[in-house]
C-alpha cells in the first residue's frame, strides 16, 4: 500500500523530470537563448553536488555517538538514501545535457567514456568516473542483502573518492563564485568523516564495575587460639 508521503515523492519526481524533458527538448531544438544548456547544467551540477555533500556528510553522522539525536536511525537511513539517490540522478541528468549545449554539444559517448570529450576532457572525465563510483554504491545498497557486510562497507566507502572526483571535476570545470561552497562542502565531509574515524577507534562503553563484596571484618588470631592470648595474671587479694 502507496503512502501519502511516498505518492506525493512520485508525484513531485514526475513533475520534475517532465519539466526537465521539455527544457532538454528545447535545448535540443534550438529554442531560447543559446545559454540555456549551459545555465541548465550548471544549476543541476550545483545541485547535485550539494546533495551529494550533504549525503556523504549524512552517511559518515549515520549510527555514530555523533548523529543527530532527533532524529531516529531509521529517519536518518531514509534522508541519506533519498538524498544519494537525488545527487546521482541529478548528477547524470546534468552530464546528459552536454549533448544539446548550442556551443559545443558533444555526442553520447563524449558523457559515457571518460576522456572521449573535446571540450574539458579531463575535467569531464573526472566526473563521468566520480558518477560511475556513486552507481557502484547506490548498486551496493540495494544489493546489500546479497552482500557480505565486508564487501558492502568496501564498496560503500567508495562514496569517498566518488565525492572527491567529482570536486576535481566541479573545480576544473569552472568554479567560478563557487569556491567557498566546494571548500565549506570539502570541510564538512571531512570533519564527519574524521568524527566517524575517532567514533570506531573509541573503546566501545565498558560496563560498570560491580561493587565489591562486603567481608566481615577480619577478627584477630588471639581472639580464636587461645594460645596465641597474653597470659592473664591472678587477682591481687585485698589486704
Given amino acids: 500500500m502507496t503512502t501519502p508521503p511516498a505518492r506525493a515523492n512520485r508525484t513531485l519526481s514526475a513533475a520534475l ?22 545555465s541548465l547544467n550548471r544549476a543541476l551540477g550545483v545541485v ?46 546534468h552530464g546528459l545535457l552536454l549533448t544539446v549545449d548550442a556551443q559545443s554539444p558533444q555526442p553520447l559517448l563524449a558523457v559515457l567514456l571518460p576522456g572521449a570529450s573535446t571540450v574539458l576532457p579531463l575535467a569531464v572525465g573526472l566526473g563521468i568516473l566520480g558518477l560511475y563510483g556513486l552507481l557502484v554504491v547506490w548498486a551496493s545498497t540495494r544489493l546489500r ?20 572526483l567529482l570536486t576535481a571535476h566541479g573545480l ?7 569556491t567557498v561552497l566546494y571548500g ?6 571531512v570533519y564527519t568523516f574524521g568524527l566517524r574515524l575517532l567514533d570506531r577507534r573509541r573503546p566501545a562503553g565498558q560496563p560498570r564495575a560491580l561493587a565489591a563484596p562486603l567481608t566481615p571484618p577480619a577478627i584477630p588470631a588471639a581472639a580464636t587460639d587461645p594460645t ?12
Fill in 184 to 189: 565549506v562542502s570539502l570541510g564538512a565531509v
Fill in 172 to 178: 576544473l570545470a569552472g568554479s567560478d563564485g563557487l
Fill in 48 to 93: 547535485a553536488y550539494v546533495l551529494l555533500a550533504l549525503s556523504v556528510t549524512f552517511g559518515a553522522l549515520l549510527g555514530s555517538r555523533a548523529s543527530p539525536p532527533w532524529l531516529s536511525r531509521a529517519q536518518q537511513g531514509g534522508w541519506h538514501g533519498l538524498i544519494s539517490g537525488a545527487a546521482l540522478l541529478l548528477g547524470g541528468l
Fill in 228 to 239: 596465641l592470648s597474653p597470659p592473664v595474671s591472678p587477682p591481687r587479694s585485698l589486704p
Fill in 145 to 164: 542483502a546479497r552482500l557480505s557486510p565486508r564487501i558492502w562497507r568496501a564498496l560503500h566507502l567508495g562514496a569517498y573518492p566518488s565525492f572527491a
Fill in 17 to 38: 523530470l517532465a519539466l526537465y524533458g521539455a527544457l532538454f527538448l528545447a535545448c535540443w531544438l534550438g529554442l531560447g537563448p543559446q545559454t540555456l544548456a549551459w
